[in-house]
DNA sequence: CATACTTTTGACCATTCGGTTAAACTTGAT
DNA sequence: ATCAAGTTTAACCGAATGGTCAAAAGTATG
């Protein structure tokens, strides 16, 4: 493999990645994509035999590179505490930073909930969980989240910081009516998520 | 309009809003949809000109129901805390009978914002939440909520109840590694997702 | 330079898709 | 029964789409 080689591959892997964000998988268009490019269709199918493999590399690692972020979450050494306020903070900066991840993620998982099945192959929930758990038995006994009550936490955590992002476009529709603009609130959201959630299991 | 027209035309919204809510505006096909009504492709052209025109119509009816489900937030005459309560109980109930709802419409309303911009024509958000604010001033005030922070707080409910089924196939991906099922999830959230914004919001 | 191998291209193909057309059928009024 | 209007259908159309192919261009090796 040349050096040439490695660079098609990655335009073609980058020009993809952003026309599918934008348009989905079924509103892609393979021209669309090579023009992008700045290559020939055929090429595209030269490196990535049809549009559904060009897809699954694609949303195999856009998916683990949003799932990749909740990984501090399970190991960083902090209390409870420190740990929300630092997921929001950095979470929701790299949101900022791609703003179309959530919304794409979520509707192609539930366009085909196959896909998300090889992203969880080697994940397991259970255990993870439960570390998490024991490592904050007592702050969450102090609060009054029980262990079969961590689901219902750790949704609502993950809702407060992806749905502004999943719901972008209504959001700013009904912001863009007021004063306020989607980047201060998102700005603002960090520590608004922080707080409130905190507040919320707190006794 | 005779009997059967009625019969017809409603045949084709409902199985076009069937197929679009399955398969979004592109995935979907038009002769699926006139299978699905049991009919010829080219009435389906006769009753709605054009792709666009059916979906436009789907979306509205199917987006106009849902904003519409936020409305008692706005005029039912309950305290701060009985109205977050009645608000999570309604509004989960109906999104479990509405699944695929939010999901839809929050993909079509980023996939071209233009849509939303018809629904939102003759909501004067501004004047809404004004409205709330002053409603619940004293509540708000005992809890530490501004006026400048009601988007905040708006969001956040609209999130906790919305969330779970815009993220419903990867929720059910993960709940399925564990001995949770979604439909318990959802109705234990019922409760959860109240108490969890009521005491985000209690000093 | 010659050969073998990989990369890139333009032309092409089969199928699918949204949409049209003209004719057949139904219905309701006279 | 006749006629006019609306309704339904089968057949068809042009454009777009994912994908292929054979040849050309490029590159490394002897």
Redesign the pocket.
Same mark, same amino acid.
């Given at each position: 493999? %040349?050096d040439?080689?490695k660079?098609?591959e990655e335009k073609i892997f980058d020009a993809a990645t952003d026309v599918f964000l934008d348009k989905g998988m079924d509103g892609?268009?393979?021209?669309d994509i090579a023009n992008h490019a700045g290559?020939?269709?055929?090429?595209l199918?030269?490196?990535y035999? %049809?549009?559904?493999q060009?897809f699954d590399a694609v949303f195999q690692m856009i998916a683990k590179k949003m799932l990749k972020k909740f990984a501090p979450v399970f190991d960083e050494n902090l209390t409870l505490e420190d740990k929300i306020r630092f997921f929001f903070r950095e979470h929701i900066t790299f949101l900022l930073e791609n703003p179309r991840l959530p919304a794409f993620v979520l509707n192609e998982i539930n366009r085909n909930p196959e896909r998300v099945k090889k992203l969880l192959k080697n994940v397991d929930v259970e255990s993870l969980w439960k570390k998490l758990y024991e490592q904050h038995k007592t702050e969450l006994d102090k609060y009054n989240v029980s262990e079969k009550m961590l689901p219902q936490l750790m949704t609502s955590i993950a809702a407060m910081s992806v749905f502004p992002f999943a719901a972008k476009g209504l959001i700013e529709a009904i912001l863009s009516k007021t004063s306020i603009n989607f980047n201060d609130y998102i700005e603002e959201r960090k520590q608004f998520a922080a707080d409130f959630v905190i507040n919320a299991i707190t006794k």
């Open positions: 493999m %040349t040439n080689d660079q098609t892609a268009r393979m021209q290559i020939n269709k055929a090429l199918h030269y490196y035999r %049809t549009k559904d060009l």
